[in-house]
């Protein structure tokens, strides 16, 4: 991590991947999930801590009832009890909230029988085309998505950020989803980020 004018960034692999100048697709991300489910008190997973702003919305959402979040850099959740506490609103302390360091692939394999969310935000990388790590590109294949509709709850959603459109991916999803619907954020410079919403 690294602070530049006033804002924190985040670099893995030399790579950019977030700062705390915006998150308004990070909230669009959680938002949408939520809207595409019914009731109230849903049991949301999010993949990706970040700095926090997903799970901040997530923490104050009338309709979320508790959260999991899997990050696999254990130096970015202890930055949450120091230079990103804000960013998350301390959620990371909340009763409602359980915050697992593990690979996302991995925890979703290895998670209880029955384990199920009704919303599930993932947010692990730039998205389906610029992966900084080349594990995370299963998550955007066929058996990604398979492991990640195992984990949904009988109408449950899934939603995922992307820092640019990618057609191939939406046509998987379309593959194996009922519904997607497809979310383009502004944002200050470049193109716009775009969030995912699949339901089952």
């Known amino acids: 991590m ?5 804002h924190f960034e985040i670099i893995s692999n030399g790579v950019f991947l977030m700062d705390t100048r915006n998150g308004e697709s990070e909230r669009v991300l959680v938002r949408a999930a939520v809207e595409a489910v019914k009731g109230d008190g849903a049991r949301m997973l999010i993949g990706g801590l970040g700095v926090g702003f997903s799970l901040a919305e997530a923490a104050r959402h009338p309709r979320v009832g508790w959260v999991t979040v899997v990050e696999c850099e254990p130096s970015v959740i202890a930055w949450h009890a120091s230079h990103l506490a804000d960013f998350s ?16 692939l991995a925890w979703l394999r290895q998670a ?17 085309d610029w992966t900084v790590t080349p594990a995370n590109a299963e998550l955007y294949t066929g058996d990604g998505l398979g492991l990640v509709c195992s984990r949904l709850a009988p109408g ?10 990618s057609e191939a991916f939406e046509e998987r999803l379309r593959e194996r989803f009922a519904a997607v619907r497809v979310i383009e954020v502004p944002v200050p410079r470049g193109p716009a980020d775009v969030v995912y919403v699949a339901s089952t």
């Not at 690294?2 to 006033?6: F, L, P, T």
């Not at 959603?157 to 459109?165: I, Y």
């Open 112 to 128: 209880p029988e029955g384990c199920a969310f009704d919303a599930i935000c993932l947010d692990i990388d730039n998205g389906p």
């Open 156 to 165: 449950g959603a899934a939603a995922f950020w992307s820092a640019s459109a």
């Open 89 to 104: 609103a301390g959620a990371v302390r909340s009763p409602d909230v359980t915050v697992v360091c593990a690979d996302l």
């Open 2 to 6: 690294r602070r530049v004018d006033g």
